[in-house]
């Protein structure tokens, strides 16, 4: 499977920015879809993960309540909307597929390049 991410950028504390990630190469509805995040220096973490319809969803702690998961099977993309970002935000976040839906990174075989997003204070 081949994972194409877009849509980082600069924005402000208190802004927003909405990720997506297109899928192709195998059935995108059979995975499982997941965003991760590396910042310099730092590990690569969990952020969010959605099952394969889109019924359940699982969010680190430090972005439960501001960031929101979702998927289009139709388009074969999964999306991040990020509200409210802080600083501590900023990192290079980076979509994964998988079959079954884990916030263990190591569980996850397919990774996309990856999409950076810097939030000034």
């Known amino acids: 499977v081949q994972l194409q991410a877009s849509g980082g950028g600069l924005v402000q504390a208190g802004g927003s920015l909405r990720l997506s990630c297109a899928a192709s190469?195998?059935?995108?509805?059979?995975?499982?879809m997941g965003w991760f995040r590396q910042a310099p220096g730092k590990e690569r973490e969990f952020v969010a993960a959605?099952?394969?319809?889109?019924?359940?969803?699982n969010y680190a702690d430090s972005v439960k309540g501001r960031f929101t998961i979702s998927r289009d099977n139709a388009k074969n993309t999964v999306y991040l909307q990020m509200n409210n970002l802080k600083p501590e935000d900023t990192a290079v976040y980076y979509c994964?597929?998988?079959?079954?839906?884990?916030?263990?990174?190591?569980?996850?075989?397919?990774w996309g390049q990856g999409t950076q997003v810097t939030v000034s204070s």
């Open positions: 994964a597929a998988e079959s079954i839906l884990t916030r263990d990174k190591f569980s996850w075989g397919y």
């Open positions: 190469g195998r059935t995108f509805s059979s995975s499982a």
């Open positions: 959605i099952n394969r319809s889109g019924s359940s969803t």
